[in-house]
């Protein structure tokens, strides 16, 4: 979302590994480059809570789905 706490917006999308996500072996997604994993901040659960990026630990802040 546009405007939203924690994302910003690329001009253009590269295709270089800096831009790409990708799923792990324990279904996590993270950053092609660095390894990182996008999380919510503190765990929260309310719309337009801020989204941070760390090593991958296993917690439940990092399990995203598709609707």
Known sequence: ????PGLAASASYTGEGTQRWLPN???RIVKEASGRCP????????DGSGVILHSPNGG???AWNSR
């Open 1 to 4: 979302m546009a405007g939203s």
């Open 25 to 27: 072996s324990s279904g």
């Open 39 to 46: 999380a919510v901040g503190g765990q929260a659960t309310a």
């Open 60 to 62: 439940a802040d990092e």
